[in-house]
């Protein structure tokens, strides 16, 4: 079974976070920038808050709130659900399923943070594994 540890093991790019006092429209500047619906708000090293494209829909847009003047912590989701690296690619999306989750943090016993994985990376990490299983029955039926 695959783990988010080897989901993030094949991510490239750094994970990208913004702090609590940095401005809506920077962190959806970044979030542009990088084609994702979600950073990480962090204060020093540590995971305060999560801030994703459903924030900027039902917080930012339509309390019609300024973005150039409002900073992160005032719409960022505090209560963030997070994961640890040995959890299975079926538990997270079980998971992201029952919570309504797009985007799961990652961090390791000490809460630091290790990444984050969106319902897409772990869906696709489901498929190749039951591509793979049905490629190996095939050959052991065909044999």
Partial sequence: MTTIKQILAGKTKPVATVGPDDTVKS???????????????????????????????????????????????????????FVTSDLEVSQGLALMTERFFRHLPVLDEHQNILGIVSIGDLVKAKISE??????????????
């Fill in 130 to 143: 039951q591509s793979f299983i049905i490629e190996q029955m095939e050959r052991y039926i065909a044999s």
């Fill in 27 to 81: 962190a959806m500047e970044l979030m542009l920038e990088r084609d994702i619906g979600a950073v990480l708000v962090i204060e020093g090293s540590k995971l305060v808050g999560i801030f994703t494209e459903r924030d900027c829909l039902h917080k930012v847009s339509a309390l019609d709130i300024n973005p150039r003047e409002t900073l992160v912590r005032a719409v960022m989701t505090e209560k963030v659900r």
